[in-house]
Nanobody, 130 residues
């Protein structure tokens, strides 16, 4: 049973930073493409960032480009999302997700769609005060 757990959310002032962590258990992290999504009240869950199994490739949502960095340490079964220069519109529940893959995966395969992910955490709240 694969389990995904996020941590690191909280309340931060606009312009501040947060580092979210995601620990995967019940599986080797190296087999999973990983992603971060977020969901604000009344809105759809949206893509934030993804990282390939070897960290060879990353991709970010336009809204977060230049302000976030996704990274991973497969030996620690951990993925991080470093968020800087946060804005009030970044307020949301942030979810970590793991993908088993869709077809053949290379070390650079990444996914941006929710339905490409198989395992989700419970989410961690990020609130950015203006």
């Amino acid at each position: 049973q694969v389990h995904v757990a996020e941590s690191g959310g909280g309340l931060v002032q606009a312009g501040g930073s947060l580092r979210l962590s995601c620990i995967v258990s019940g599986s080797y992290l190296t087999v999973h493409v990983m992603g971060w999504f977020r969901q604000a009240p009344g809105k759809e869950r949206e893509f934030v960032a993804t990282i390939s199994r070897t960290a060879q490739n990353t991709y970010y949502a336009d809204s977060m480009q230049g302000r976030v960095t996704i990274s991973r340490d497969n030996a620690k079964n951990t993925v991080w999302l470093q968020m800087n220069n946060l804005r009030p519109e970044d307020t949301a529940v942030y979810y970590c997700a793991a993908s088993q893959g869709r077809g053949v995966m290379s070390g650079s395969t990444i996914y941006m769609q929710r339905d490409e992910y198989d395992y989700w955490g419970q989410g961690t709240q990020v609130t950015v005060a203006s």
